[in-house]
């Protein structure tokens, strides 16, 4: 039935049932591109139709969410949760709250998942969730309203044994904390079932850090395996999140120099460098007064332009911010300027146009389900330590995380390497669906 698993038949099935999910079909073509000529070698996977199931959510949950804001108006939004695959473990993955919220985000989002996690090596399945609500501008008992709303609704299909939710955009510590408390209302009980929680009640040291200190140590793996290194690069990175501004922390750590950070407003570039006293800044503007980017070009005297920071010369690049920042015209001024390597700090920053372009230069290129991989980890090692009722040290964490990150890069040089060069990009993808789809087998037709 499936002799024929071609690229572009398989792609055509996908957007057939899949309408208008522009960003899931670009998520499962950037994954299929790869794995369909290794499945074609491996007809097993090829007959039990391994990539036709992997691409179809377990089940998609869509629910209503009732609050009452400050004024007493009565508002409406729209959850989700997308519970992707659970060959490997308990579904794992982020709740966003942001407008752009919508299925095919988060089916993009969980298929992603599928393959970060399975890189972790850590008994984590897949999922992704959250709502097209907006928490800027909401005053706190507006948010905890909104997330005891939602959580009223999830509560029922979560568990920390079978679904095991983290944040992601908009959803940070306050959320988390409204959200465990609102589970632990309704069920009774004290579970790991979210993830990124406060020390105080279970959460790990380093998760804020993990994603942003794992991508430059998956950058420095990159640079070792050419026989590189950090020190003295100078480095791009977008963003200005706990992704960026941790990514920008860890490269200085590993003697690299940051000379921009970002948000939707535009970036700031910093020739003399984004150093420890600035990032304590950029922190207290972003995470407790959630300011602008631009109040840092003011108080540290350099430049803010609009638009992305791909122009500013670099050797280094890390995009951090979101979905499809780094385009062609993007990549076309990285090469441009020397750019030598790319990491990925955001879910699918790069385009598909983009990452063919950075191929062809001979840019090293590490796509997010690798590079970015160390959030989840650490939640990983989270549910671990609640289950096991012990909180590690930030240093035990940090080591767990670096050797997470050395066995990622390991598993895409295994299956990525062509010739002299890697491509990440297969090394990844095949390296993430052998361990799902292997599961998928041993379990028979279900």
């Known amino acids: 039935m499936y002799a024929d698993l071609s690229l572009e038949r398989f792609m055509e099935g996908l957007k057939k049932r899949n309408p208008g999910e522009s960003e899931f079909h670009q998520a499962v073509f950037e994954v299929a591109a790869s794995v369909i000529p290794y499945i074609q070698d491996n007809p097993r996977y090829r007959d039990a139709a391994i990539l036709q199931?992997?691409?179809?959510?377990?089940?998609?949950?869509?629910?209503?969410?009732?609050?009452?804001?400050?004024?007493?108006?009565i508002r409406v939004n729209r959850g989700y949760r997308v519970q992707f695959n659970n060959a490997i473990g308990p579904y794992k993955g982020g709740l966003r709250f942001h407008p752009s919220v919508n299925l095919s985000i988060l089916k993009f989002l969980g298929f992603e998942q599928t393959f970060k996690n399975s890189l972790t090596t850590l008994p984590m399945g897949a999922g992704k969730g959250g709502a097209d609500f907006n928490p800027k501008g909401k005053s706190d008992r507006e948010v905890m309203r909104f997330c005891q709303s939602f959580m009223t609704e999830l509560w029922t299909h979560i568990g920390a044994d079978v679904d095991i939710p983290a944040g992601d955009i908009g959803v940070g510590a306050r959320e988390i904390s409204y959200m465990f408390g609102q589970y632990k209302r309704l069920a009774k009980e004290f579970t790991g079932v979210l993830t990124g929680k406060a020390l105080e009640f279970g959460g790990s040291l380093i998760r804020t850090e993990a994603t942003g200190y794992g991508n430059a140590f998956f950058m420095q793996e990159m640079l070792a395996h050419r026989g590189e290194g950090m020190k003295d690069k100078t480095c791009v990175v977008s963003g200005s999140g706990n992704v960026a501004i941790y990514c920008a922390e860890k490269i200085r750590q590993l003697g690299g120099k940051v000379v921009t950070l970002s948000d939707s407003s535009g970036f700031i570039h910093d020739p003399n460098g984004?150093?420890?006293?600035?990032?304590?800044?950029?922190?207290?503007?972003?995470?407790?007064?959630?300011?602008?980017?631009?109040?840092?070009a003011e108080m540290f005297g350099c430049e803010f332009h609009e638009g992305k920071p791909w122009g500013v010369p670099c050797d280094l690049a890390f995009p951090c911010a979101t979905q499809n920042e780094l385009c062609t015209e993007g990549v076309s001024q990285l090469i441009a300027n020397g750019c030598m390597a790319v990491s990925e700090g955001a879910n699918m920053p790069t385009t598909v146009?983009?990452?063919?372009?950075?191929?062809?230069?001979?840019?090293?290129?590490?796509?997010?389900?690798?590079?970015?991989?160390?959030?989840v980890a650490v939640s990983g090692l989270e549910m671990t330590q609640n289950s096991i009722r012990l909180a590690w040290t930030a240093e035990e964490l940090e080591s767990r995380l670096e050797q997470i990150m050395v066995g990622i890069h390991r598993q895409c040089v295994q299956y990525g390497q062509e010739g002299d060069h890697v491509n990440y990009v297969k090394g990844a993808n095949i390296a993430g669906f052998l361990k799902v789809a292997d599961a998928m087998l041993a379990y028979g037709v279900i």
């Not at 969410?65 to 007493?72: C, S």
């Not at 420890?276 to 950029?282: C, R």
């Not at 146009?353 to 290129?365: K, N, Q, R, S």
């Open 274 to 296: 984004i150093d420890e006293s600035k990032l304590e800044w950029v922190k207290d503007l972003k995470v407790k007064r959630r300011g602008r980017i631009s109040e840092y």
């Open 53 to 73: 199931r992997m691409t179809e959510p377990d089940r998609t949950i869509v629910f209503r969410v009732v609050w009452e804001d400050d004024d007493g108006n």
């Open 353 to 375: 146009e983009a990452i063919d372009m950075l191929a062809e230069a001979g840019v090293m290129y590490g796509p997010g389900k690798a590079a970015n991989a160390g959030g």
